[in-house]
Structures are given as C-alpha cells and as structure tokens.
C-alpha cells in the first residue's frame, strides 16, 4: 500500500508538472501611478513581439485617449470588446470567450485590478487572466502598486484616497516577469502638466492630491521594493538548494478586533512574501469571545478577516480554548513556526508587560525557544 501510494504522489506529482508547463506565461509591468508608461510599453512590446513572429493580440487595452498611446494601437490586431447592458447603460468589457476561442500565443490585457460587469464569468479581470492562462495562452497586463491587496491600508494612509480595486499577491507572485516602469516624482509631475496623463481640467485637482513629491515617492519605493522581492524570489527558485537554511515559516495571531486583526493579517501577508514563506493566521476563541458573546457586527468582521487571510494567502487555524498562550505555542510548535506576529497592545508595552499575563506569558514561552516574535504596529 505505501508503494502505491507513493506511486500515486510520483503520478501526481508529474500531472501538476505537466499543467504547469501548459500555461501561459504571465508579465506584468508595475507602476507607482497612473501615467508612468505601462500601457505605453505594453503596446512597444506588442509590436516588437509582431515582428519576430510571436501570434500577438490585445484582449483589451485603455489608452485614455492619450495621442501618443492611441497611436500604438496601429497595425495590432485587437480582440472586439464584449457589449452587454447593466443599469439601463450599453457598457463594454473584456471578451474572455473570445480571447479564449482566438487563442493567440501572446494577449494583452490592460487594467488587471478592474473590477467585471455584474454577470460576467468572473468577478474580478485578474482571475480572467487566471483563465487564460490556464489556457496556454500567455498574458501581458499591467497594475498600479496601490492596488496590491496588502499594500492596501498602507497606501491610503499615504494618498487619502480609498482603494476599492484590489489584487491578491498571489497574482504577482505567479508572474514569471515583473517589469517596473520607473519615472522619478518630478517626470512624473512634469507629464501631467504637459496633459500627458489627464485632460486639462483635471490636471489642478491631481496636483493638489494625488500628484505630489511626498506621495509619489513613498509609492515609488512600494513599486521597487516589489519588483526586487520579486526578483529575489526568482534567484532563490533557481539556485539549488544544496544548503538547508531553517525555512521561514510565519504565525500571525489575531483576535476579534477586526482592526487591528486585518494589520497583522496584511503586514504578515508582507512578510511571508519578502521570505516566500508559509504563515498561517490563528485565532484563539476564549470563552468571553463566544459567538452569543460578541456582538454580529464584530462576528461579521471576524469573519471577513478569515476571507481577507485566505485570499492573502494563508492557512486559518480556529481553535476555542482559554489557554491562549498554550495554544499558541502548541500551534508554533506543530507547524514549525520561526516567527509569531501579533498586534501592538492597545497599552504601553511596560503596562502590557506589568499587567497583561497572557503576553507576559507568551513572552516567557517564546524566551526559551529559537522562535522570534513580532509585534505590529
């Protein structure tokens, strides 16, 4: 039976392989902003790609009516966009159908955190391009670094501007390319004003908002910070690993308070990707968090930080028990956790230390073993 079973893994094994090498590959060029020259480069590589005989098409492409973009569009064949009616209104989308039934070598697809028509097969223009993929056919798409779904709180603390379009990292992390399109702040202001990026009447509002040095520059190192764990990620994949170094593995414990959850869950979700390590989020249910104990609102917020850390990436652990700190460890302990993430105290770290014995405890615990801790703030 074990021979067998071992044949079977050997056969499976082989099975994803083979899927693997079927798919398409996937680039993705990366900006700090919109008008950075993403869709620009898109359509300079769809042309030199035509020329050496590469099956090229735009599955959808957005120029936003900038001249110098539009004029790209010249000579590239370009899959008709699918018309369909919502509220009242003619709209048009991407035709997923149709890439899929053109099948070319190569397409291009604009806008990947875009958001489909209510009724369209997906939800989301990423887990088309999932399909696509999956389908042999290879992708070019392009996204802004504020759209990264873990880099998200982050960058509406830097911009003030809600991000409701969202990527998993995941997405990123099975690119076999990621090219960033780097401008410094002062090209980039130098384009909007020259109208290069919004028509006239909106360049006064972008300045006073979005398009300024500090922003821009703070989401410009986002941008390269990515591009390089990127890169990283792929020369560790490529160099054998003939020396075992103690893999990283991250536990992020989290609690009913959905704030401070979603930030452990998302800095957590950072970390496990710069080391391309697994993690896993845990929630302890103490009796005083019983659910005919924490108002719905906060069940409902609990809930949705489970959805947010599966997207992210990670394995949820639901355990009920009053001894936190055991359970912790005991999980620590059983998935080989190196490190364990947890939320800055609402208290003054001294007070916690002082006062609160289920940290006081985790810290004596984790003192006599190899495993680091971390606290986010």
Request: glycine share 6%; aromatic share 4%; hydrophobic share 40%.
């Given at each position: 039976?074990?021979?067998e079973?071992?044949?079977?893994?050997?056969?499976?094994?082989f099975?994803?392989?083979?899927?693997?090498?079927?798919?398409?590959?996937l680039?993705?060029?990366?900006?700090?902003?919109?008008?950075?020259?993403?869709?620009?480069?898109?359509?300079?590589?769809?042309?030199?790609?035509?020329?050496?005989?590469?099956?090229?098409?735009?599955?959808?492409?957005?120029?936003?009516?900038?001249?110098?973009?539009h004029?790209?569009?010249?000579?590239?064949?370009?899959i008709?966009?699918?018309?369909?009616?919502?509220?009242?209104?003619?709209?048009?989308?991407?035709?997923?159908?149709?890439?899929?039934?053109?099948?070319?070598?190569?397409?291009i697809?604009?806008?990947?955190?875009?958001?489909?028509?209510?009724?369209?097969?997906?939800?989301?223009?990423?887990?088309?391009?999932?399909?696509?993929?999956?389908?042999?056919?290879?992708?070019?798409?392009?996204?802004n670094?504020?759209?990264?779904?873990?880099?998200?709180?982050?960058?509406?603390?830097?911009?003030?501007?809600?991000?409701?379009?969202?990527?998993?990292?995941?997405?990123?992390?099975?690119a076999?390319?990621?090219?960033?399109?780097?401008l410094?702040?002062?090209?980039?202001?130098?384009?909007?004003?020259?109208?290069?990026?919004?028509?006239?009447?909106k360049i006064?509002?972008?300045?006073?908002?979005?398009?300024?040095?500090?922003?821009?520059?703070?989401?410009?190192?986002?941008a390269?910070?990515?591009?390089?764990?990127?890169l990283?990620?792929?020369?560790?994949?490529?160099?054998?690993?003939?020396?075992?170094?103690?893999?990283?593995?991250?536990l992020?414990?989290?609690?009913?308070n959905?704030?401070?959850?979603?930030?452990?869950?998302?800095?957590t979700?950072r970390?496990?990707?710069?080391?391309r390590?697994?993690?896993?989020?845990?929630?302890?249910q103490?009796?005083?968090?019983?659910l005919?104990?924490?108002?719905?609102?906060k069940?409902?917020?609990?809930?949705n930080?489970?959805?947010?850390a599966?997207?992210?990436?990670?394995?949820?652990?639901?355990?009920?028990?009053?001894?936190?700190?055991?359970?912790?460890?005991?999980?620590?302990?059983?998935r080989?956790?190196?490190?364990i993430?947890?939320?800055?105290p609402?208290?003054?770290?001294?007070?916690?230390?002082?006062?609160t014995?289920?940290?006081?405890?985790?810290?004596k615990?984790?003192?006599?073993?190899?495993?680091?801790?971390v606290?986010?703030?």
């Open positions: 039976m074990p021979e079973e071992h044949k079977d893994g050997s056969v499976k094994n099975i994803e392989l083979v899927k693997k090498s079927r798919r398409g590959k680039k993705v060029y990366i900006g700090m902003s919109a008008g950075v020259g993403k869709t620009y480069r898109m359509l300079q590589e769809a042309h030199a790609l035509q020329r050496n005989g590469i099956g090229i098409q735009i599955g959808y492409i957005e120029t936003h009516n900038r001249a110098e973009t004029a790209l569009l010249d000579g590239l064949p370009v008709a966009r699918r018309k369909t009616f919502y509220k009242g209104k003619q709209l048009e989308e991407m035709d997923l159908q149709g890439i899929l039934n053109r099948h070319p070598e190569v397409v697809v604009d806008e990947l955190a875009h958001t489909n028509i209510e009724g369209s097969k997906n939800g989301k223009r990423w887990q088309d391009v999932l399909d696509i993929l999956e389908a042999g056919i290879s992708v070019i798409s392009a996204v670094i504020q759209h990264l779904e873990s880099l998200n709180e982050e960058v509406e603390d830097i911009t003030g501007i809600a991000i409701t379009e969202r990527i998993p990292d995941k997405i990123l992390q099975l076999d390319e990621i090219v960033n399109i780097d410094t702040a002062d090209e980039l202001i130098d384009r909007l004003k020259e109208g290069k990026i919004y028509e006239q009447g006064a509002l972008a300045l006073q908002n979005f398009f300024q040095s500090d922003k821009i520059l703070q989401l410009r190192e986002m390269l910070k990515e591009v390089a764990h990127h990283e990620r792929k020369i560790d994949n490529e160099i054998p690993k003939q020396i075992k170094l103690r893999p990283e593995k991250f992020a414990c989290i609690s009913s959905s704030v401070t959850a979603k930030i452990v869950i998302r800095k979700a970390l496990a990707s710069y080391y390590s697994p993690w896993v989020v845990l929630y302890v103490s009796s005083s968090e019983s005919d104990k924490i108002k719905l609102d069940q409902r917020h609990l809930i930080n489970f959805k947010l599966t997207e992210l990436g990670a394995e949820v652990v639901k355990i009920k028990s009053d001894q936190i700190t055991q359970t912790i460890m005991q999980i620590a302990d059983e080989e956790v190196t490190t993430c947890i939320g800055k609402h208290l003054s770290l001294f007070q916690v230390i002082l006062r014995a289920v940290f006081n405890e985790l810290l615990k984790i003192a006599a073993t190899e495993t680091d801790l606290i986010l703030s």
